[in-house]
Every structure is written in C-alpha cells, then in structure tokens.
C-alpha cells in the first residue's frame, strides 16, 4: 500500500469513526418527556444501564479514532511504521493487517497488561 492509499484509508476511518461517535453520544430529543409518562419504577435503571453500556462503546470508538488520528500525523511526520513507544520497527504484517496502529505487537501487549 502506497501513502496516498494509506491516507485514504485512514481519512475513511476516521470519518466512520466519526460518524459512530456522534451517533452513539447524541441524546434523545426530548429526554424529560421520555421520562416523566407511562413509565414503571424500573424502567430508569434500565435506562441508566444503557447510558453506560453507550458511554464505553463511544469511549472504545474515540480510542481508535484518536489511533487513526495519530496514524495520520505519523504518516506526515515521516514516523509512520515506527513504535511510538520503544521506537522499533513495526513488521509490514501488522501493519497490513492493522494500517492504523502506532504500537508494535510487543508494546501494544504491555500497554494493555
Ligand atoms: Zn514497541
């Protein structure tokens, strides 16, 4: 893959990715009306779980938004295939398999221990 394709990649990503994040943080309209009618004890706790199940969704969606963020300013700063952390190389298989990644395999692994 070439970096003008790669870039189109990335921008596509992001723009997905964007559009995912508006989607699942967008509130209902009119959310005190939603409430306050026909409405069982019960129904706000269900509501309440909702909300967070939401709210980690759109938290996983921002983090790779902000990895295809960053892989685009590494495509444009030159450091585009080198590990942010320890600055090795990463392998061409990893990053055809995952183009937007800032991490080899190994750092990767330790930031999520
Ligand atoms: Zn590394």
Request: glycine share 8%; hydrophobic share 35%; proline share 4%.
């Amino acid at each position: 893959m070439d970096a003008h394709e790669l870039t189109t990649l990335l921008e596509t990503r992001r723009r997905e990715l964007g559009e995912e994040l508006a989607r699942l943080t967008e509130r209902p309209a009119d959310p005190v009306g939603n409430l306050s009618f026909g409405k069982r004890i019960g129904d706000g706790t269900t509501e309440a779980v909702e909300r967070i199940n939401t709210t980690a969704a759109a938290r996983s969606v921002a983090a790779s938004l902000a990895e295809a963020d960053r892989a685009l300013v590494k495509l444009a700063e030159g450091s585009y295939g080198r590990c942010d952390d320890c600055g090795g190389r990463i392998p061409d298989e990893r990053l055809d398999a995952v183009p937007w990644t800032a991490l080899c395999v190994e750092c990767r692994a330790r930031r999520s221990r």
